[in-house]
């Protein structure tokens, strides 16, 4: 009965609010998952157990019946919705010389896939898009272009899906238009002039938005991106200062669509 209650708070709030997850660190010591629970309307919000605890999660999804996925070193866990305990659904494949790929990115889709991106930790360095599904685990679809290495997070917006890229001397920031079938043929479609460690999206009546989170010295800052202009809003919402990434249930999350 408790597990139908929280699967029943989290669809009404997904369906008239817009709540998001945010995970940190301590900002003392720098380490630990710290997670939160917020609403964009009036940016409440509640703490949340995530596991592991004394790990610290680079990224963070969630599906549409409110499971969480964080990507912890080459893991991918999974902690279902209501519950406190997490399971290891998966391992991201070693790139070379023993090395594995540092997951900084993940995204749920409509179906329950998880896309995740991450970068090569040894030259030459590069940034891979990876999918896992239930039937097949994970399996690396690509390589994205050659100047781009992923940043802050994946989003979907109107079933296209899109990654905050950076390039090698993180001096110019991308909002970069992901090619599922073909990962090399993704397209910078601009630069921004924030630099977000996580991005999510939400649909409302009928309305999508899409939002970044910011690190700052004492307090994190959300923006809004206007996906028509490109330009960000900085919005009255406090956030934590160490934050790693952010997710919100997208519905609008079919990236095969267009294929």
Same mark, same amino acid.
């Given at each position: 009965?408790?597990?139908?209650?929280?699967?029943?708070?989290?669809?009404?709030?997904?369906?008239?609010?817009?709540?998001?997850?945010?995970?940190?660190? %301590?900002?003392?010591? &720098?380490?630990?998952?710290?997670?939160?629970?917020?609403?964009?309307?009036?940016?409440?919000?509640?703490?949340? $157990?995530?596991?592991?605890?004394?790990?610290?999660?680079?990224?963070?999804?969630?599906?549409?019946?409110?499971?969480?996925?964080?990507?912890?070193?080459?893991?991918?866990?999974?902690? $279902?919705?209501?519950?406190?305990?997490?399971?290891?659904? &998966?391992?991201?494949?070693?790139?070379?010389?023993?090395?594995?790929?540092?997951?900084?990115?993940?995204?749920?889709?409509?179906? &329950?896939?998880?896309?995740?991106?991450?970068?090569?930790?040894?030259?030459?360095?590069?940034?891979?898009?990876?999918?896992?599904?239930?039937? !097949? #685990?994970?399996?690396?679809?690509?390589?994205?272009?050659?100047?781009?290495?992923?940043? #802050?997070?994946?989003?979907?917006?109107?079933?296209?899906?899109?990654?905050?890229?950076?390039?090698?001397?993180?001096?110019?920031?991308?909002?970069?238009?992901? %090619?599922?079938?073909?990962?090399?043929?993704?397209?910078?479609?601009?630069?921004?002039?924030?630099?977000?460690?996580?991005?999510?999206?939400?649909?409302?009546?009928?309305?999508?938005?899409?939002?970044?989170?910011?690190?700052?010295?004492?307090?994190?800052?959300?923006?809004?991106?206007?996906?028509?202009?490109?330009?960000?809003?900085?919005?009255?919402?406090?956030?934590?200062?160490?934050? %790693?990434?952010?997710?919100?249930?997208?519905?609008?999350? !079919?990236?095969?669509?267009?294929?």
């Amino acid at each position: 009965m408790k597990k139908i209650y929280l699967l029943l708070v989290f669809i009404s709030l997904n369906a008239f609010s817009q709540p998001f997850y945010l995970i940190s660190e %301590n900002d003392q010591t &720098g380490v630990g998952n710290i997670c939160n629970f917020y609403n964009v309307s009036d940016c409440s919000k509640s703490p949340v $157990n995530l596991c592991p605890a004394n790990n610290t999660a680079l990224s963070i999804a969630v599906n549409q019946t409110g499971n969480l996925y964080t990507s912890v070193d080459s893991k991918l866990m999974r902690q $279902n919705q209501g519950e406190t305990n997490c399971t290891q659904i &998966g391992t991201f494949p070693q790139t070379s010389n023993n090395n594995f790929p540092l997951i900084n990115a993940l995204i749920a889709d409509h179906s &329950g896939n998880i896309y995740a991106t991450g970068n090569k930790q040894n030259s030459p360095y590069d940034s891979r898009l990876y999918k896992y599904s239930s039937g !097949n #685990g994970i399996t690396e679809l690509g390589v994205l272009p050659s100047q781009i290495l992923s940043l #802050g997070d994946l989003f979907f917006y109107e079933n296209k899906l899109f990654l905050i890229g950076r390039d090698f001397s993180f001096s110019t920031i991308f909002l970069i238009e992901v %090619n599922i079938q073909n990962p090399s043929l993704s397209t910078i479609i601009t630069t921004l002039d924030v630099l977000p460690y996580g991005a999510f999206s939400t649909y409302n009546n009928g309305v999508s938005k899409v939002y970044l989170t910011v690190r700052g010295f004492s307090a994190g800052k959300l923006y809004e991106l206007d996906m028509n202009s490109f330009t960000t809003t900085l919005l009255n919402c406090p956030l934590e200062a160490l934050l %790693n990434d952010a997710a919100s249930y997208y519905p609008l999350s !079919n990236p095969y669509k267009y294929y």
